[in-house]
């Protein structure tokens, strides 16, 4: 089946510093998502890509979707103590009515 | 105020014994899903629904059972065949549809299952 590994599992940082997360799919996506889960909480859809190759920014967050349609990445700069939290992406064949397949996720620790 | 809702947010059974978790949306949407949390692990499918008196399983679907009677409602029951099934909960929706540019998920709370 449909895989979605996502690097590093964790990753500790001082405020200020930038972050990146990396997320790649077995097999070719539909669109892919990225979802933001802060501690205790539940995951909030942050935005969706769906174009080869296409660039969104959020303030200081920018999400690319890669040519081949199999990866994508989250980088945010400056990192702020708001931005801790679990970030997951998720990807989307097309097959299945909106069936997700998320990867594991990277938690992110921003020391003060 | 739209949303999704489940309940309740702690809940504690015995081994062996069958419970239900409740998961309810006023958002209209068509598709509905739950997912189960472990630490250390992303979200993994248990059943999914694309409409009413419709739902498919996912990829860990054993020991687990669902119910789509209604749109707004989607019960997970978690039966006792469940081996391991101490977890956190999510209960999701999206408007639906193949090929829906908007299929982004919402999210209710969550429910933290404990069996003893």
């Known amino acids: 089946g449909q895989q979605v590994m996502q690097i590093p599992q964790y990753q500790h940082v001082q405020e200020g510093e930038d972050f990146t997360t990396y997320c790649n799919s077995s097999t070719t996506l539909s669109n892919i998502q990225w979802y933001k889960q802060r501690p205790g909480g539940h995951p909030v859809f942050l935005i969706q890509l769906v174009k080869s190759g296409e660039v969104k920014k959020q303030k200081r967050l920018t999400f690319q979707f890669g040519e081949a349609k199999k990866n994508s990445s989250l980088h945010i700069t400056a990192t702020q103590t708001t931005d801790v939290g679990t970030y997951f992406c998720a990807g989307d064949r097309g097959t299945s009515y909106g069936k997700l397949t998320f990867g594991q996720g990277t938690i992110l620790t921003v020391h003060p | 105020d739209g949303g999704i809702t489940q309940s309740p947010k702690y809940l504690f059974r015995k081994e062996g014994q069958n419970v239900t978790l409740s998961c309810e949306q006023n958002?209209?949407?068509?598709?509905m899903y739950w997912y189960r949390q472990d630490p250390g692990q992303g979200l993994r499918l248990i059943y999914y629904?694309?409409?009413?008196?419709?739902?498919q399983k996912g990829d860990i679907a054993e020991g687990y059972s669902v119910s789509r009677e209604k749109k707004e409602s989607f019960p997970l029951t978690v039966t006792s065949a469940q081996k391991n099934p101490t977890a956190f909960y999510l209960c999701a929706s999206s408007i639906g549809g193949q090929g829906s540019s908007y299929n982004e998920q919402f999210f209710g709370p969550g429910t933290r299952l404990t069996v003893l």
């Open positions: 629904s694309q409409i009413v008196n419709d739902f």
């Open positions: 958002l209209n949407h068509d598709a």
